[in-house]
């Protein structure tokens, strides 16, 4: 392959450690693999341009060699999804690093910067996104709209594709801008949001931004059993305080990570590994890895010295408007069944909110893993889903679990794990917990995004736009070069099962026939006590780009004719399993569409 003429447009590194440093993301996979001796494939070479037009151009030539291209945020992506190939170059964004301009509820800003850069930055003008993921010291903007990231504190501020206003990317067919930087070309908005940098190269955005708040409170609760503190959480985002936090960690996240000890959490939770490791009757090194090679056993004595969970609140805004929430909120929960912790467990949180897992060499080193799973689906869907994916885990793995990201219609549940051997346990498990959390009616992405990990997974879940990915990508990217084999693989859907009419009232969701008469649908709502939460006067199919609340979800799922086919893209609340299209289809294709309401 001949370099040169990509050196020409922007630097070019292929020098040992650069190749090594770009080869792959942080998917868990690629570390146990490294741990274990198999260095993964190095990239031909690591480009670096500093300009949107060197973009352009590396496009263009690349598309003429037939080079691959895979788009490189900082890497912390967790799915392999920015992960090298022998035969493709990678394309280093960090040096596209402006924050171009801020204006009161506005910031316009290139893809590379890093997330606490952008955040350090606002604050200065009494700004903030207030997008906040754990990853922040080491992901970019672009990396968070490419695979529709999620922050702590969605559940005010929404996830990051609902701060996204405009966006410039870069594909080889040409240029596009999209949302409020539309000028009425095609829209490709949605797709560019979740698309992992496979149909081109995100080069601007336009992020909206919110005053810093003036005021934050945070306070822990003791609920004896998680539906108890599923019940609330569900009340406290149905009655629409919207916290910034909501966070509820279960019996053996409570117990292991001493979420339920004020005092010293640290100190508490290797006390507390420390017990479980003598019970098991190890100690050293053995006192790591057998555990994890008994993870049925483990789990059960894990499970056995655990009891009662906590639940994590925040509320933050103007000062009015905190003290109201708060004490609403505070009152809702002690109704529910929850014990006052005070302010500790929450500040406690907050303080230590980006302290994640830095330091997991050992873990790999003693040839074990561990890693997150995060998915999302309905209230009334949840007790499943929990259940289901903690079954097909701890058969492989230590396994606990926390629920954060809460809607008014459902909630993500974030496990994690850790499990001593082979790739081929990790492959197992993975499999496993797929195909429950599919089971289970779930997304099976709710931050992460899609990566190689869940390729197929998302695939079989969002089988109904497959087609028209494929025609898009070939359309724009006709030689296939950026980020090939992703995003979704020729994997066959789930069979076409479509929604029954009917409401479900935990979660708060209707389905209804798209083009049922306003009056029809109102009268048929109204017998059964509820309403729309977006009233229109309009048949659904005509009224759901409305705009709503950026947090708010303006559709959970939707029937439709889909490349000439009735499709089905699935009712929950917020997802990263590739792109949104759900209030994006054309009016005439929507045969039925699941919407939010509230009781009259
Ligand atoms: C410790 C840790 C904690 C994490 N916590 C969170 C969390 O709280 N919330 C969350 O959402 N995620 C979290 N993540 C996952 C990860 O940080 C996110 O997926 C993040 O959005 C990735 O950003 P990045 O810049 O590192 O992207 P990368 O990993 O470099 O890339 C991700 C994908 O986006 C594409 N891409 C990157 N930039 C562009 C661009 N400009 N144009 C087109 N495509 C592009 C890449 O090709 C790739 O497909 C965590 C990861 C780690 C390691």
Redesign the pocket.
């Known amino acids: 392959v001949n370099l040169h003429r990509f050196s020409e447009i922007a630097p070019l590194a292929t020098d040992l450690p650069e190749l090594v440093a770009h080869s792959r ?2 998917w868990p996979r690629s570390t146990l693999q490294l741990a274990q001796g198999n260095l993964p494939p190095l990239p031909l070479g690591v480009l670096s341009p500093d300009k949107p037009d060197q973009v352009q151009a590396l496009l263009k030539l690349a598309s003429e060699e037939g080079i691959p291209l ?10 392999g ?2 992960a090298g190939s022998s035969s493709a170059l990678t394309l280093n ?1 960090k040096r ?1 690093d402006r924050i171009l301009e801020v204006k009161p509820g506005q910031v316009r800003v290139q ?2 910067v890093l997330g606490q850069h952008l955040e350090d930055a606002l604050e200065k003008t009494g700004q903030a996104t207030r997008h ?4 922040i010291w ?15 504190f969605s559940s005010r501020y929404g ?2 594709e609902d701060m996204v206003l405009g966006m410039k ?1 870069i594909t080889p067919s040409g240029e596009y801008w999209t949302g409020e930087w539309n000028r009425g070309e095609e829209e490709l908005h949605p797709w ?1 949001l979740g ?4 149909l ?4 601007e955005l336009l992020v909206r931004t919110v005053p810093l708040p003036e005021d934050r409170v945070l306070r822990g609760y003791r609920f004896s059993e998680v539906p108890q503190a599923w019940n609330a959480m569900r009340q406290l985002m149905q009655a629409g305080l919207r916290p910034m936090a909501l966070r509820l960690y279960d019996p053996v996240d409570t117990r292991l990570a001493g979420k339920d000890t004020v005092e010293k959490p640290n100190h508490a939770r290797r006390e507390r590994w420390k017990a479980l490791a003598e019970r098991l009757g190890v100690t050293g090194k053995a006192a790591l890895q057998l555990p994890l090679a008994l993870p049925r056993l483990a789990n059960a004595l894990a499970e056995g010295i655990a009891a009662g969970c906590v639940l994590i609140t925040g509320f933050e805004g103007s000062k009015e408007e905190v003290s109201k929430a708060a004490e609403q909120g505070h009152q809702l929960i002690l109704a529910c069944g929850g014990g006052d912790m005070g302010t500790g467990p929450g500040e406690h949180w907050y303080q230590t909110r980006h302290h ?3 330091k997991l060499s050992p873990l790999f080193g003693a040839d074990a893993f561990a890693d997150t799973m995060e998915v999302a689906c309905t209230w009334s869907r949840l007790p499943d889903l929990y259940r289901e994916v903690r079954a097909a885990i701890r058969n492989h793995a230590i396994v606990m679990a926390h629920f954060s990201h809460a809607y008014a219609e459902g909630c993500s549940i974030y496990f994690s794990f850790a499990g001593r051997g082979s790739v081929e346990t990790y492959d197992a498990l993975w499999k496993d917990a797929l195909a429950a959390a599919a089971r289970a009616g779930a997304t099976v992405a709710h ?3 899609v ?1 190689q990990l869940k390729m197929q997974a998302a695939a079989q879940e969002l089988a109904a736009i497959a087609p028209l990915y494929h025609a898009l990508k070939a359309r724009l990217d006709p030689a296939g070069i950026m ?1 090939p084999g ?1 995003l979704f693989p020729t994997a066959e859907g789930a069979a076409f099962i479509p929604d029954e009419p009917g409401l479900d009232s935990l979660s708060r969701i209707a389905t209804l026939p798209a083009w049922q008469p306003p009056q029809e649908r109102d009268a048929w709502l109204a017998k059964r006590g509820y309403r729309l939460k977006h009233p229109t006067s309009t048949p659904l199919a005509q009224s759901i780009r409305q705009p709503v609340p950026a947090w708010d979800c303006q559709v959970l799922g939707c029937t439709a004719r889909i490349a000439g086919k009735a499709a089905r893209l699935p009712t929950v609340p917020r997802s ?1 399993a590739g792109p949104d299209l759900r209030v994006w289809l054309p009016s005439n294709d929507y045969i039925s569409l699941s919407v939010p309401v509230e009781p009259l």
């Open positions: 993301d942080l895979i788009p490189y945020g900082a890497g912390s992506g967790v799915c999804a920015a964004l596209l893809p590379g906040s993921p754990s990853s080491c992901s970019t903007v672009g990396g968070w709209a490419a695979s529709r990231s999620a922050g702590q996830k990051f990317v560019f698309t992992e940098g496979a081109g190269v995100i080069t994640v897992s830095y931050h992460h995004g990566g980020n992703r990263s």
